[in-house]
Structures are given as C-alpha cells and as structure tokens.
C-alpha cells in the first residue's frame, strides 16, 4: 500500500485548501482499513486530526472539527481532507495514514505542508 499526498502550499488566514491522499495498492471502497489525517507543527508532537473508521464514520479532533471535512473518490481512489476557516494554528506538515489497526498505523504518505500567515 502506498499514500502519496498533496494538495499543500500558503495561505491567509479564513482561506481553504483542499489536501488529497491517493492510495495505491488498496481499494478505499473495501473497507476492513482505518484511514487517518495526522499534523504536526515544527517543534511539535505528531497529533491525529481525523480518523475515518472502518464503517465510513468520521471524526475529528475539536480543534478542526467544524472547519475540516473528509470525502471520498471511490473512482480514483482517493481521499480528501478539505480545510476551511483556517488559521495560523493549523500550520503544520499534513499526513495521511491507513491500516488495519489504530496503532500502529502500517502506511504513511510522505506529507505535504500547509502554511497559513
């Protein structure tokens, strides 16, 4: 299985960005995987923002919730985490993560950074 992610970049503060996972290797329409949305800001613990359970429910952390969202694109076989109302705060490398169990996680894309001035 592999996670490539993109979608990252700069932007001001009440601006919105659109981050993508794509998965290889896995149908995200099997079902049987956790997937998750991972940051961390420089200097800063990993913290988990999302989590999408293996039934299709989502959840976020309180921080984002409200401001983030997660869909899905069976076809192409990615998913998405849009972000909105974003804030300095929110400034942090962005991650994309699967498996079959919480912890630990077995697949990690290579993230992609998000800046918000």
């Known amino acids: 299985v592999q996670l490539v992610e993109s979608g990252g970049g700069s932007v001001q503060a009440g601006g919105s960005l659109k981050l993508s996972c794509a998965a290889s290797?896995?149908?995200?329409?099997?079902?049987?995987?956790?997937m998750g949305w991972f940051r961390q800001a420089l200097g800063m613990s990993r913290e988990r923002i999302a989590l999408?359970?293996?039934?299709?429910?989502?959840s976020f952390t309180d921080s984002v919730k409200g401001r983030f969202t997660i869909t899905k694109d069976y076809d192409w076989n990615i998913w998405y985490l849009q972000m909105n109302n974003l804030k300095p705060e929110d400034s942090a490398t962005y991650y994309c993560?699967?498996?079959?169990?919480?912890?630990?996680?077995?697949?990690w894309g290579q993230g992609t950074q998000v800046t918000v001035s």
């Open positions: 993560a699967a498996g079959p169990r919480l912890e630990p996680w077995a697949y």
């Open positions: 290797g896995y149908n995200l329409n099997s079902g049987g995987y956790y």
């Open positions: 999408v359970d293996r039934d299709g429910t989502t």
